[in-house]
C-alpha cells in the first residue's frame, strides 16, 4: 500500500466515518462480516476517546488565556453594580432614598436591554452555563432503541430548512415522510439529500435485493415529496437529491439538519452492530446539536466538528443519482391523462412519429418524456424487444405505470434529463449503461428544452444512450417550433388575456408569451452533438375548440399565460373554463407538427434528407 493510500486510510479512520480501504471487498462470510463491523465499532469507541481527551486540553488552554471583558461587557457589569448597590440603600434606608426604588427599576431595565441586544453578553454567557449545568444531560441526548428517537426527530424536522438521510436503502424514509405530512402543517423544508449506501455494504445487508429495494424506495420518496396534495405544505421545496455512497463505507446511519448542506447544525446518528438483514430499529441513537454553547464547550465542539468532517466526506465520496424537482407537471398529472384520453389529437401526434421511425418490433426503445405513458403504450403494440418509459416527473411517472400493462418489455426511468444548468447525474439506476435502438422525443418541445443551450444539452444526453445502429425520433408542433408562419389571432389565448386583465389580483402573475424555436436551430443543435439529419416529414392534425379546451385545463399548459403556483391551481382552471365557454362556437385552425430522424451515420448521407408531407 502506497504512502498517499496509508495517509488517507489514517484520515478515514480518525474521522470515525469510514472501514478501512483494504476492507472494503467483502465476502459473504458472517464472521468476517460480523469482526468488519466489531472493527468499526472499536474506532468509533477511540474516535469518542480521543474527542474526550481534545476536549480537556482544549478546555484547559481555554481556561489558561487571560480573560478581557469588551467595552459592552464593561457596560453591562457598572449597571449591574449600580443597580445592586441602588437597591442595597433602599433596603437598608428606605426613608432616606425615597426615588432609589425608582432608579432601580430604570437601571434594572436598561440592564435587560443590554443582555437581549449584545450577542455576546457576560451575563446570557452565565446564564447557559447554569441551564447545561442542571440539565439532565448537557451534551449528547441518547435515544433506546432508535424507534424512540421518533418524535423528537419529527420536532426538528419542523424547524428545518435542510433535511439530509445516510441509510442502507432508505427502506422507512417514505413512512416517516407520510407520517410527518399527514400532519397537515406547512413545513420550511428547502432542499433534501437522500444517501444510499454503496455497493458493498448494502449487499452485505440486504443481498441481491439491495438495488431493487433503491430504485423502488427512490422512486416512493420522491413520489411522497410531489404528491399535489402536499403541494401547499412543501411549497418552499426546491429539491431532492438521489445519493449513493462509493468506495466509503458510513460507520452509521442517521441524519443530518440545518440551514444547507454546507451548515448542518443537528445531527441523529444510529450506531449499528450486527443485526439480521440490515434492521437497526433497535440501535444505540444519540443527537447531538448545534446550540450556541459549543464556543466555550469544547467537548460538544469537539463532537460536532467531527460529525461535520464525516458529512462532508460523504458528500465529497458519494454519486449524484438524480434530482427530483417539485414541478407544475406534477400537478397535471390527472389533468394531461384526460387530454390524450379524450382527445384524438395527441394519439395522430404519436402515431404520425411512429411511422417516420420505422421498424419498432424487436429493438430497445427510449421514450423520453414518457408523461403518463400514452406513446409507450401504442410502441408495445408493435413487440419491441424492450420499452424503458422516462421522465422526471415522479407524478406522471406513477400514473403512467399504473396505466401501461405489467409486461417484461416495459420498464420505468425516473431521471432528471441533463439541461443547460450543467447538472449530469454521474449515475442512474433505472438506467444504469443501456444503449438504444430508437430514441423518441415527444411533446418536449418546450418542457425539457426550450432555448439553443437546453437543446444542445438534450441532444448530447441522447446521443449518449444512442446504439451505434439507432436513431432519434423527435416531433415538435407549432405552438413550440416556428412551423406555421401563417399570421393567426389565436381567439382561446385572446379570451383568457381578456378575462385575466378584468381580474387585478392576476396580473402580477400573467406570463409574457414564450419565445419559439426556429426549426434550423433544432436541426443544428443535433448536429452539433455529432448527429446526422436523415429524413424530416410535416403533418397538420384538425383541432376542435373542445381540444383546446382540455389542453388549457392542464395545469401545465395554463403555466405558460400565468403562474399557476402563484394563483392556484382551481382559480387557474377556473379561468380556463370560462375562456372556453366564451370562445366554444369559433373556429380553431389546424395543428402543424413537424418530425425529424437523426442518426450518428457516416458523413457521406449527410444532405441526402428524405422530407415527407402527410
Known amino acids: 500500500m502506497s504512502d498517499t493510500t496509508q495517509a488517507s486510510l489514517k484520515q478515514e479512520r480518525k474521522l470515525g466515518i469510514l472501514h478501512g480501504t483494504e476492507e472494503t471487498h467483502l465476502t459473504s462470510s458472517t464472521g468476517q462480516e460480523a469482526a468488519h463491523s466489531v472493527r468499526s465499532f ?10 474526550k481527551e481534545s476536549a480537556k486540553i482544549a478546555r484547559r488552554d481555554e481556561l489558561s488565556q487571560p480573560r478581557r471583558l469588551t467595552l459592552p461587557q464593561l457596560l453591562e457589569l457598572a449597571v449591574f453594580l449600580s443597580s445592586v448597590i441602588d437597591l442595597f440603600f433602599f433596603v437598608t434606608d428606605h426613608l432616606r432614598y425615597p426615588k432609589a426604588l425608582y432608579i432601580f427599576a430604570v437601571l434594572f431595565s436598561g440592564l435587560i436591554a443590554i443582555i437581549l441586544i449584545n450577542p455576546k453578553s457576560l451575563f446570557r454567557k452565565i446564564a447557559k452555563r447554569l441551564v447545561h449545568i442542571f440539565e439532565p444531560d448537557p451534551f449528547i441526548v441518547w435515544f433506546i432503541p ?9 420536532r426538528v424536522w419542523r424547524m428545518q430548512q435542510y433535511l439530509g438521510f445516510i441509510g442502507l436503502s432508505q427502506e422507512s424514509l417514505h413512512k416517516y415522510l407520510e407520517e410527518e405530512l399527514s400532519r397537515g402543517r406547512p413545513l420550511p423544508w428547502q ?8 455497493d458493498d455494504l448494502g449487499e452485505i445487508f440486504e443481498e441481491n435485493q439491495f438495488r431493487s429495494n433503491i430504485r423502488r424506495n427512490w422512486h416512493n ?7 399535489p396534495s402536499h403541494a401547499k405544505l412543501l411549497a418552499g421545496l426546491k429539491e431532492v437529491r438521489f445519493y449513493q455512497m462509493d468506495n466509503i463505507t458510513a460507520g452509521y446511519t442517521g441524519s443530518v439538519y440545518g440551514t444547507s448542506r454546507e451548515s448542518p447544525t443537528v445531527f441523529y446518528v444510529v450506531l449499528s452492530l450486527p443485526k439480521e438483514q440490515g434492521v437497526t430499529q433497535k440501535s444505540l441513537t444519540f443527537r447531538v446539536d448545534q446550540d450556541g454553547t459549543e464556543s466555550w464547550n469544547s467537548a460538544r465542539k469537539a463532537v460536532l466538528e467531527h460529525y461535520r468532517e464525516g458529512f462532508q466526506l460523504i458528500l465529497e465520496r458519494s454519486r449524484l443519482l438524480d434530482v427530483v424537482r417539485p414541478s407544475v407537471w406534477d400537478l397535471s398529472a390527472m389533468d394531461w391523462n384526460v387530454f390524450c384520453r379524450e382527445s384524438p389529437v395527441m394519439d395522430a401526434e404519436m402515431m ?8 419498432v418490433g424487436g429493438r430497445t426503445v427510449l421514450d423520453v418524456g414518457c408523461g403518463t405513458g400514452e406513446l409507450s403504450k401504442l410502441l408495445l403494440r408493435s413487440a419491441p424487444r424492450r420499452v424503458v418509459a422516462l421522465d422526471r416527473s415522479p407524478q406522471m ?3 403512467a405505470k399504473q396505466q401501461l400493462p405489467y409486461s417484461g418489455a416495459i420498464h420505468f ?4 434529463v441533463p439541461t443547460s444548468c450543467g447538472e449530469n447525474p454521474e449515475r442512474n439506476l433505472d438506467l444504469e449503461d443501456q444503449r438504444f435502438q430508437l430514441i423518441f422525443l415527444h411533446q418536449v418541445l418546450p418542457p425539457v428544452a426550450s432555448d439553443r443551450e437546453s437543446l444542445v444539452a438534450l441532444a448530447n444526453w441522447c446521443r449518449s444512450r444512442l446504439a451505434p445502429d439507432g436513431k432519434i425520433a423527435l416531433a415538435a408542433h407549432d405552438g413550440a417550433v416556428k412551423i406555421d408562419k401563417s399570421p393567426w389571432d389565436d381567439p382561446f389565448r385572446n379570451q383568457l388575456a381578456a378575462l385575466a386583465k378584468a381580474n387585478p389580483a392576476l396580473l402580477p402573475h400573467l406570463r409574457r408569451p414564450q419565445s419559439k424555436l426556429d426549426p434550423e436551430e433544432v436541426e443544428s443543435a443535433f448536429m452539433e452533438a455529432g448527429l446526422t439529419l436523415t429524413a424530416t416529414a410535416d403533418k397538420r392534425i384538425g383541432v376542435t375548440m373542445n381540444d383546446r379546451a382540455l389542453l388549457w385545463h392542464v395545469p401545465a399548459i395554463l403555466d405558460s399565460f400565468v ?3 402563484a394563483v392556484g391551481v382551481k382559480e387557474a382552471q377556473k379561468l380556463a373554463h370560462e375562456a372556453a365557454a366564451l370562445v366554444s362556437a369559433k373556429p380553431t385552425k389546424q395543428r402543424a407538427v413537424r418530425y425529424w430522424i437523426f442518426s450518428p451515420q457516416a458523413k457521406e448521407t449527410h444532405g441526402s434528407v428524405a422530407r415527407y408531407t402527410t
Not at 42 to 51: A, G, M
Not at 146 to 154: E, V, W, Y
Open 413 to 416: 426511468a425516473l431521471c432528471n
Open 191 to 198: 432542499s433534501i439529500d437522500v444517501f444510499f449506501a454503496s
Open 146 to 154: 432508535r424507534d424512540s428517537a421518533g418524535p423528537d426527530m419529527h
Open 352 to 359: 404520425g412519429l411512429i411511422d417516420i421511425a420505422g421498424q
Open 221 to 227: 420518496i420522491a413520489t411522497k415529496l410531489t404528491e
Open 42 to 51: 472499536h474506532w468509533r469507541l477511540s474516535t469518542l476517546t480521543e474527542s
Open 397 to 399: 411517472l406513477l400514473l
Open 563 to 565: 403562474d399557476v403556483r
